[in-house]
């Protein structure tokens, strides 16, 4: 006996299941439009339960034929005893089978991967390196790169190439890696930021990492709660993880420098004066100041951008005393993750 059901994809899985089917009462809220081929599906026929999330064959009392039903958790406003459809591959209607857990392709061409980021560690060579287990489950799972692919590779602050993908007994590694490209070049930029919400740092970083800032530090200010600093989102590996992402997002090398500042005074009398000599100056903040300015490609500049709650105006005060130029960006309170890209895609 055959189970035909299709996952919403596109594409149609079988199972086998025993001789004893049963009933459940489920929910649906709206009919789609029957696949090919539906009508050779008679009602009363033997159905098995299947659970939620599924695209199922269904058929009931009231249906002179089948229809397909996307099963929804969600509360429900009509319920139907819904059954899905068994029976020998006679009595199912044509159609394509394709396994749901495709194997990968051997001998593939170059996969449409942005990046995929090495680190120093990681060469047993100048041309063969070992994978991290992230990364082989992202070549297995979402590239479904096989035995033999060349993959797009670049090395943490160096260059870009490509590698060929071969699987050892110890696992999958890269070999032939020649690396013979110039990544993107950062942007003069320090970003100076108050610590972020845990839940939204790591975006943040990963956004800093892809749009290029060379160098982040992140700042205690009055409104952000020293409890940030304890979460596992702000240790110093879970930081260099969210800056590889967005590296291998963008397509670069430059992994962005980060230094954590649990102090405001102590950072805007000592280190502000001197990570800021030599740059153009600037902070975001809402009030009546000019809109953001635009900058030159290669133009120096350290930002700065407060809070949720924004920077005290004391806080401003520390800014605008060290040569701070205020802007603000509209009438609309924005998101720290939201307004970073803004800012960043504004000035340069």
């Not at 990046?115 to 297995?140: D, G, M, N, P």
Request: hydrophobic letters at 40%; a positive charge.
């Amino acid at each position: 006996m055959l189970l035909r059901i299709d996952y919403g994809s596109g594409e149609l899985f079988t199972r086998p299941f025993g001789p004893n089917p049963s009933l459940t009462t489920i929910t649906r809220n709206s009919f789609k439009t029957p696949a090919p081929g539906a009508s050779a599906i008679k009602p009363g026929t033997t159905f098995l339960p299947v659970g939620f999330g599924l695209w199922v064959w269904y058929s009931f009392a009231a249906a002179e034929s089948p229809s397909i039903n996307r099963i929804n958790p969600a509360p429900p406003k009509r319920e139907l005893q819904v059954r899905v459809l068994v029976g020998t591959p006679p009595t199912l209607p044509p159609f394509c089978y394709r396994d749901h857990h495709r194997q990968p392709r051997p001998n593939a061409t170059t996969q449409d991967m942005n990046l995929l980021l090495l680190e120093a560690h990681q060469f047993q060579s100048t041309t063969e390196a070992a994978l991290s287990e992230r990364q082989t489950q992202h070549i297995q799972r979402v590239l479904k790169a096989g035995n033999g692919s060349r993959l797009k590779v670049g090395v943490v602050d160096g260059k870009l190439g490509s590698g060929c993908l071969q699987q050892t007994h110890g696992g999958w590694q890269l070999t032939d890696i020649q690396l013979d490209s110039t990544p993107p070049a950062p942007l003069p930029l320090s970003l100076v930021l108050a610590l972020p919400r845990p839940q939204m740092i790591k975006r943040i970083l990963q956004t800093a990492a892809c749009m290029g800032v060379a160098r982040v530090h992140l700042l205690q200010t009055a409104k952000v709660e020293k409890s940030f600093w304890q979460s596992p989102a702000v240790t110093d590996s879970a930081i260099r993880e969210q800056l590889i992402l967005g590296l291998e997002q963008a397509g670069a090398t430059h992994l962005p420098q980060v230094e954590k500042h649990c102090r405001f005074r102590p950072f805007a009398e000592d280190i502000l004066p001197g990570i800021a000599h030599g740059h153009t100056r600037l902070i975001a903040h809402p009030g009546d100041y000019p809109e953001c300015p635009r900058l030159a490609k290669n133009e120096a500049a350290i930002l700065a951008i407060g809070p949720e709650g924004g920077f005290t105006e004391g806080e401003v005060t520390y800014f605008l005393n060290a040569g701070f130029a205020a802007f603000q960006l509209g009438a609309r309170i924005l998101k720290v993750e939201t307004a970073v890209p803004v800012t960043l895609a504004k000035l340069y």
